[in-house]
């Protein structure tokens, strides 16, 4: 099983914006192509920064690594460039895609 990991760095200001983005558009995006599923919201609990909160979406992937590259290149590019233009630098992102090695 995989775990991609998008973490998001949100100004405060754009915390409810950022929220509505996330269930409206993220979540359905990344199910998308049926690549992923579970995609969930956590708050990140450390210190980021004056005025930063952080957050992450996680969705499995019970395929290879190689789904998670087909869905970045049909939806995922699309998507970030979609978060990049709504809120600029007031809300930064990395991704990662990891694999599960014991539970």
């Not at 869905?71 to 895609?97: I, N």
Request: overall charge neutral; proline content about 2%.
């Amino acid at each position: 099983m995989l775990i991609y990991n998008t973490t998001f760095h949100v100004e405060e200001a754009q915390l409810q914006a950022f929220l509505c983005f996330v269930k409206d558009e993220y979540f359905p995006a990344v199910t998308t192509g049926g690549y992923m599923t579970r995609p969930r919201l956590v708050r990140l609990l450390g210190d980021i920064g004056d005025g930063l909160l952080g957050y992450a979406v996680m969705a499995d992937c019970a395929g290879e690594a190689a789904d998670i590259k087909k869905w970045r290149k049909e939806t995922g590019d699309a998507l970030l460039a979609t978060l990049q233009q709504r809120f600029g630098t007031k809300v930064l992102s990395f991704s990662t895609a990891m694999k599960i090695v014991l539970e």
